[in-house]
């Protein structure tokens, strides 16, 4: 069984910051790419940033310069660092993790979403 939890979500003003955490637990072999993804109520989720093992980084343009993604193998762990945050940023954030059970199974994890409000 492997569980993706995430937290850090809350309200913020505008052009404040946020620290989201997500936090990978139970049976694997190891961690592939972990992503943060969003989803605002009446549009598709998106994605907002990923990363690989190997510490390669990828944004959105929306959040380029604003939100930085990282990660620590030993406890994975991958972290969103989002600052200067506008109201467009509201939505509900969610953890992915591509989770390699056993040499040939990978699966891609979901965590249950943390709430983001950034109000004006």
């Known amino acids: 069984q492997v569980q993706v939890v995430e937290s850090g979500g809350g309200l913020v003003q505008a052009g404040g910051s946020l620290r989201l955490s997500c936090a990978a637990s139970?049976?694997?072999?190891?961690?592939?790419?972990m992503g943060w993804y969003r989803q605002a109520p009446g549009n598709q989720r998106e994605m907002v940033a990923t990363?690989?093992?190997?510490?390669?980084?990828n944004y959105a343009d929306s959040v380029k310069g604003r939100f930085t993604i990282s990660r620590d193998n030993a406890k994975n762990t991958v972290y969103l660092q989002m600052n200067s945050l506008n109201l467009e940023d509201t939505a509900v954030y969610y953890c992915s993790a591509d989770v390699r059970r056993t040499v040939i199974d990978t699966i891609k994890y979901w965590g249950r979403g943390t709430q983001v409000t950034v109000s004006s």
């Open positions: 990363i690989t093992r190997d510490s390669i980084t």
């Open positions: 139970g049976s694997f072999l190891r961690i592939n790419t």
